[in-house]
């Protein structure tokens, strides 16, 4: 190391040292944090697909990462990245009238997301909303306690009242929509209807196959609700206002 860089390293630890920060363990946090980075993620996922992929689908991999989510995306904490700002950085490609690429882009992009997850470096909305939730639960054991009884649930009319109070007439909206309404645009989507009725906890109809099929088909489940999360972030977002009045309209 050069003899002014050293020098110029030490006096900016000694004011590190003099404002209370430990310079030592500030690199640290900061090697972590860009450890935790998109990009970095995904390299690293890449590494691990270069044995398993063809060259030229390796290689276009690289090039989608590397040319069209990095700039947008790639020093970001993907711990941060939330559903519409991969959105952003998908209608960038979508313009210039590629949706195929755009299209292959988001999937490099979900897997990534996914060996982020799977690696302990992300956590899929669900995770962060009951962290959120686990905050205003009062440390009752319920995840929905009682308004007034922290050792009861929730009662079943609590959803009820509550769209009630927001000024939804009982003919216009209930606790029993949102299931519908996701059933619909799940369908909507595409999903297979067996996955739906798991996820929604109906009864199989046909007596025989339910004595005998008892799967619960639980990764593809996972990946409809992981899809059904980033939608509704895009939702919430304004990103999808068109398709909503659509189906509610409907």
């Known amino acids: ?21 430990d310079p030592g363990a500030k690199r640290k946090a900061e ?14 996922w890449l590494a691990l697909q270069e044995p398993k992929l063809a060259p030229a689908t390796f290689a276009k991999a690289v090039w989608t990462l590397e040319t069209l989510i990095f700039p947008g995306l790639g020093k970001r904490p993907i711990a941060k990245i939330s559903a519409p700002d991969l959105l952003t950085v998908l209608r960038k490609i979508e313009v210039r009238g590629t949706y195929e690429t755009a299209h292959r882009a988001k999937q490099r992009c979900g897997q990534v997301f996914r060996y982020a997850i ?9 995770v962060e909303l009951l962290r959120e939730l686990q905050v205003l639960s009062r440390r009752s054991s319920y995840l929905f306690s009682a308004l007034g009884n922290a050792r009861r649930p929730m009662s079943e009319n609590t959803v009820n009242a509550a769209l009630r109070r927001l000024g939804y007439a009982q003919d216009e909206m209930t606790g029993q929509g949102f ?18 009725e798991l996820q929604l906890a109906h009864a199989e ?9 008892r799967a619960q088909r639980l990764v593809e489940r996972r990946r409809m609700m992981q899809a059904w999360a980033d939608y509704l ?9 068109t398709e909503l009045t659509r189906v509610e309209a409907a």
């Open 205 to 213: 109809r046909n007596k025989v196959r339910a004595a005998y099929n």
């Open 179 to 196: 299931r519908s309404m996701a059933s619909t645009l799940l369908n909507e989507q595409g999903w297979h209807p067996d996955l739906i």
């Open 1 to 21: 190391m050069p003899l002014k860089l050293a020098r110029d390293r030490r006096e900016e630890a000694r004011q590190q040292l003099a404002a209370g920060i």
């Open 233 to 241: 972030d895009q939702l919430q977002a304004g990103k999808i206002a």
């Open 118 to 126: 799977a690696t302990g470096r992300a956590v899929r909305q669900a």
């Open 31 to 44: 090697k972590v944090a860009q450890g935790d980075t998109f990009e970095a993620i995904a390299r690293e």
